[in-house]
């Protein structure tokens, strides 16, 4: 289940530019290298690793939460909902549209 998840995450949630930070980030990494020895530069690189192996299990974390919270929305606004028959619904009405036109 948590692979599914993972699949819906990466294909929902995008990630937001952010330009301007980024730029920042760079910059400040860039100095603080430049300012570092040898140990320091990998104790940054390795900081830098772990800031963002745990960003991205916050980001799914909240992914769950509000895919979980949107299912108990669901369940209680239409207790027999299927996303199997709203899909097939919606393709049975774009056919139908096609035939129309």
Known sequence: ???????????????PECREVRKQIREVERDLHQSLDRRGQEQLL????????LREDVSLESFLS???????????????????????????????RRRCE
């Open 1 to 15: 289940m948590r692979d599914y998840m993972m699949a819906l995450h990466q294909r929902f949630c995008k990630e």
């Open 46 to 53: 390795k900081l830098a690793d772990l800031e963002n192996e």
């Open 66 to 96: 509000g895919f979980k919270l949107a299912l108990g929305i669901a369940a209680e606004l239409a207790p027999s909902y299927s996303f199997d028959d709203d899909e097939e619904q919606r393709a049975c009405e774009a056919l139908q």
